[in-house]
């Protein structure tokens, strides 16, 4: 089992920044990539960015370039920076974390960012 702890979502204004967190504990030996996916109202859970063991990242092109996702493998977390942030950035942000054996695959609780225009 892997647990799960995210921290980091609030209120800001558009422009403004925001640093997720997501700290994995239990069987972490197997993780392999982490990432954040957001889900707005009304619409599917999207990813937003992914990062590898091997530090190989990935962006949704709405973030691209205003977003940064990295990874303390010591700690077992995954953080997202996020700037220049839009109010079309408001959803509720959730850490995936996925491993090479069964279960495949974790998510955290979600996280709440909300920006105001």
């Known amino acids: 089992q892997v647990q799960l702890v995210e921290s980091g979502g609030g209120l800001v204004q558009a422009g403004g920044s925001l640093r997720l967190s997501c700290a994995a504990s239990g069987s972490i030996f197997s993780i392999n990539a982490m990432g954040w996916y957001r889900q707005a109202p009304g619409r599917q859970r999207e990813l937003v960015a992914t990062?590898?063991?091997?530090?190989?990242?990935n962006y949704a092109d709405s973030v691209k370039g205003r977003f940064t996702i990295s990874r303390d493998n010591a700690k077992n977390t995954v953080y997202l920076q996020m700037n220049s942030l839009k109010p079309e950035d408001t959803a509720v942000y959730y850490c995936?974390?996925?491993?090479?054996?069964?279960?495949?695959?974790?998510w955290g609780q979600g996280t709440q960012v909300t920006v105001s225009s």
């Open positions: 995936k974390v996925m491993r090479m054996i069964a279960p495949f695959v974790y």
């Open positions: 990062v590898t063991s091997a530090g190989s990242t």
